[in-house]
């Protein structure tokens, strides 16, 4: 396994187009790593990259302590899988994964035995011997994994090669996936639009938004700190209120007076959904705050409310297990642990 130092990394297409706007990241050798963001956030600029399949305008890229910036894709090591197969469709799943290591000149029984290696681990089973258009989505992709992880790159580069799946099959993968990496030990860098998706499977994620990373660190920082209001909004549902006044460890909010135990400045505090907890009728307290339901989602394994409260609204997820469920149109009061309240900045 490799590591990989980007600094300073610009792109641009175009006059306007600013694809990556000054890019500095360092990812560890083994790491599962996922570059998170919205659609056209400049991901698949950064992962071709580092394939060598696009230049940077500006700034350095460093793979395996090599400085690759002027190194052709073929001369790094460092594979590809993306969104589409590009598999040969009129041959075999055993010829398409023996492919590459033939270009590479390996003799034909050591090939023989990697590509058995690797349709076992994958679990390829019978599937070996059809051919490629004889097999469903996401048979292909699993056949595109396969093909990539067979040739050992240092660096698996993968963009969004699981989001044309449907679910059942996608979060099946996402363990195979997850599972291939860590016993082989390579360093993967993924890339995702999905948030739920790069928190299951990420050692650290870089979240993106127009051309720029806006924080790097694991999924529960990630959630649990968000860096800005643009995370905090793109890694789940966070109810945000504006402070307008602070003294000590009290703040006044949009919400009303609320305790943090700690508070980190910033214009605005999050509270996330599932750390609130929901009281029937009027309760008096320290961060006890009063509303009245107006929606509930039921979901089985917990419930949704939106209440009106102080002139605006707030989202709760409850677990509602031996609980009496409150219903739309009952007063309620929310209690908000202080260790819970986040402070960040616009
Ligand atoms: P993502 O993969 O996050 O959706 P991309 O890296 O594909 O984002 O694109 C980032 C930005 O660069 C977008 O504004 C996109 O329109 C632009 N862009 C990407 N590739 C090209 C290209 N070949 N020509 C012109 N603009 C491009
Ligand atoms: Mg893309």
Same mark, same amino acid.
């Given at each position: 396994?490799?590591?990989?130092?980007?600094?300073?990394?610009?792109?641009?297409?175009?006059? =306007?187009?600013?694809? @990556? /706007?000054?890019?500095?990241?360092?990812?560890? *050798? +083994?790491?599962?790593?996922? #570059?998170?963001?919205?659609?056209?956030?400049?991901?698949?600029?950064?992962?071709?990259?580092?394939?060598?399949?696009?230049?940077?305008?500006?700034?350095?890229?460093?793979?395996?302590?090599?400085?690759?910036?002027?190194?052709?894709?073929?001369?790094?090591?460092?594979?590809?899988?993306?969104?589409?197969?590009?598999?040969?469709?009129?041959?075999?799943?055993?010829?398409?994964?023996?492919?590459?290591?033939?270009?590479?000149?390996?003799?034909?029984?050591?090939?023989?035995?990697?590509?058995?290696?690797?349709?076992?681990?994958?679990?390829?089973?019978?599937?070996?011997?059809?051919?490629?258009?004889?097999?469903?989505?996401?048979?292909?992709?699993?056949?595109?994994?396969?093909?990539?992880?067979?040739?050992?790159? =240092?660096?698996?580069? @993968? /963009?969004?090669?699981?989001?044309?799946?449907? *679910? +059942?099959?996608?979060?099946? #993968?996402?363990?195979?996936?997850?599972?291939?990496?860590?016993?082989?030990?390579?360093?993967?860098?993924?890339?995702?639009?999905?948030?739920?998706?790069?928190?299951?499977?990420?050692?650290?994620?870089?979240?993106?938004?127009?051309?720029?990373?806006?924080?790097?660190?694991?999924?529960?920082?990630?959630?649990?700190?968000?860096?800005?209001?643009?995370?905090?909004?793109?890694?789940?549902?966070?109810?945000?209120?504006?402070?307008?006044?602070?003294?000590?460890?009290?703040?006044?909010?949009?919400?009303?007076?609320?305790?943090?135990?700690?508070?980190?400045?910033?214009?605005?505090?999050?509270?996330?959904?599932?750390?609130?907890?929901?009281?029937?009728?009027?309760?008096?307290?320290?961060?006890?705050?009063?509303?009245?339901?107006?929606?509930?989602?039921?979901?089985?394994?917990?419930?949704?409310?939106?209440?009106?409260?102080?002139?605006?609204?707030?989202?709760?997820?409850?677990?509602?297990?031996?609980?009496?469920?409150?219903?739309?149109?009952?007063?309620?009061?929310?209690?908000?642990?202080?260790?819970?309240?986040?402070?960040?900045?616009?």
């Amino acid at each position: 396994a490799s590591s990989i130092t980007m600094s300073g990394l610009h792109k641009r297409f175009g006059r =306007d187009a600013v694809a @990556l /706007d000054g890019v500095d990241l360092t990812i560890e *050798a +083994g790491e599962f790593f996922t #570059l998170l963001g919205p659609s056209g956030c400049g991901k698949t600029t950064l992962l071709r990259i580092l394939a060598g399949l696009e230049e940077a305008d500006e700034g350095q890229l460093n793979i395996g302590g090599k400085d690759v910036t002027d190194v052709a894709p073929h001369h790094r090591s460092v594979n590809t899988v993306f969104q589409s197969y590009a598999l040969f469709p009129h041959l075999s799943v055993r010829e398409n994964l023996a492919f590459g290591l033939k270009m590479k000149g390996m003799p034909a029984a050591e090939r023989e035995r990697k590509v058995a290696e690797i349709a076992q681990f994958i679990k390829l089973g019978d599937l070996i011997d059809r051919r490629i258009d004889q097999l469903s989505g996401g048979q292909r992709q699993r056949i595109a994994l396969a093909r990539a992880l067979v040739c050992e790159p =240092d660096v698996l580069l @993968l /963009d969004e090669p699981l989001s044309a799946l449907d *679910a +059942g099959l996608r979060s099946q #993968l996402q363990v195979e996936l997850l599972r291939v990496q860590k016993r082989l030990g390579m360093t993967f860098v993924f890339v995702t639009h999905d948030q739920d998706e790069a928190m299951v499977m990420s050692d650290r994620i870089a979240v993106l938004n127009g051309g720029k990373i806006q924080q790097v660190g694991a999924p529960r920082e990630v959630y649990e700190h968000p860096a800005n209001a643009f995370v905090a909004r793109f890694m789940g549902h966070g109810n945000l209120y504006s402070v307008t006044a602070r003294s000590g460890n009290q703040l006044t909010t949009e919400l009303g007076e609320l305790e943090v135990e700690q508070d980190a400045g910033g214009a605005l505090v999050l509270i996330r959904p599932e750390t609130l907890d929901l009281k029937l009728g009027h309760v008096e307290g320290r961060n006890h705050l009063h509303g009245r339901i107006s929606e509930r989602l039921y979901r089985g394994s917990h419930a949704e409310f939106r209440l009106e409260l102080a002139g605006t609204s707030l989202q709760a997820v409850v677990n509602n297990r031996g609980k009496h469920m409150p219903d739309v149109g009952d007063e309620v009061t929310v209690v908000v642990a202080p260790e819970d309240l986040v402070t960040l900045s616009e």
